[in-house]
């Protein structure tokens, strides 16, 4: 399993755009890259997952180049209830998931 | 559709002591996986059952840790004995059988704090 490298926080105010980068120089082939999001006191949720260039959900845009070596998750027009902890995962199937540290998203009024 | 539930919410017990935890998945789903955040760590894998057998257990820190999942349904999660450092909080998750492509989200429960003292 390709392990992941993302910030370990960021900063932001309501109605702005937030873009987290996560690296995974090892991802194989065959791999999804996933986001799930926590807030705290409950279990990590499901945001969007994709294999290659752009995926966009109700919620949030996933961005990955060509060579798949990272990705960006964008959040459009954040409110103070985005503020989260935010994971960046790769796998497939059924892989157990290894999160990493995430990053916190913090965002202010 | 009801979500994974986890019982009890909150544990305190003593060092020595045994606490069972259990897991209700997703009607349906076979893949039920068991993690942990111990307090300013990463949430860590523990195991992971397909319907009642246990696929991978590779996260299982010890013998003092025993996961049970009846009849594919339910699971539970026994510590005995509970040590200090069994302290923090246990999260269930399930998922679809998998079938190619894209892998199936995970849907996690609410977590069960966990507290040896």
């Known amino acids: 399993l390709a392990k992941t490298t993302q910030p370990i926080s960021m900063d932001s105010y309501e109605g702005q755009e937030v873009n987290i980068t996560c690296s995974h120089n090892?991802?194989?082939?065959?791999?999804?890259i996933t986001w799930y999001q926590q807030f705290p006191s409950q279990g990590p949720r499901f945001i969007i997952q994709?294999?290659?260039t752009k995926v966009t959900n109700e919620v949030a845009s996933l961005f990955i180049p060509a060579d798949r070596k990272s990705s960006t998750l964008s959040l459009p027009r954040v409110s103070l209830s985005d503020t989260a902890v935010y994971y960046c995962?790769?796998?497939?199937?059924?892989?157990?998931?290894?999160f990493g540290t995430g990053t916190r998203l913090q965002v202010f009024p | 559709e009801a979500g994974v539930t986890q019982f009890p919410s909150h544990s305190v017990i003593e060092k020595g002591q045994t606490v069972t935890l259990r897991c209700d998945p997703i009607?349906?789903?076979?893949?039920l996986y068991w993690y942990r955040r111990v307090m300013g760590k990463e949430i860590k894998f523990l195991l992971h059952f397909v319907k009642e057998s246990k696929q991978d257990e590779s996260g299982m820190p010890n013998n003092r840790f025993l996961a049970e999942r009846t009849g594919g349904t339910y699971s539970t999660l026994k510590v005995q004995p509970a040590e200090l450092e069994d302290s923090g909080v246990y999260f269930c998750?399930?998922?679809?059988?998998?079938?190619?492509?894209?892998?199936?989200?995970?849907?996690f429960g609410p977590g069960t704090r966990l507290t040896v003292t």
């Open positions: 998750a399930s998922s679809l059988t998998y079938g190619g492509g894209a892998p199936y989200e995970q849907y």
């Open positions: 995962l790769v796998g497939l199937g059924t892989d157990k998931l290894i």
């Open positions: 994709g294999y290659k």
């Open positions: 009607s349906g789903h076979d893949n």
């Open positions: 090892n991802i194989a082939t065959n791999d999804y």
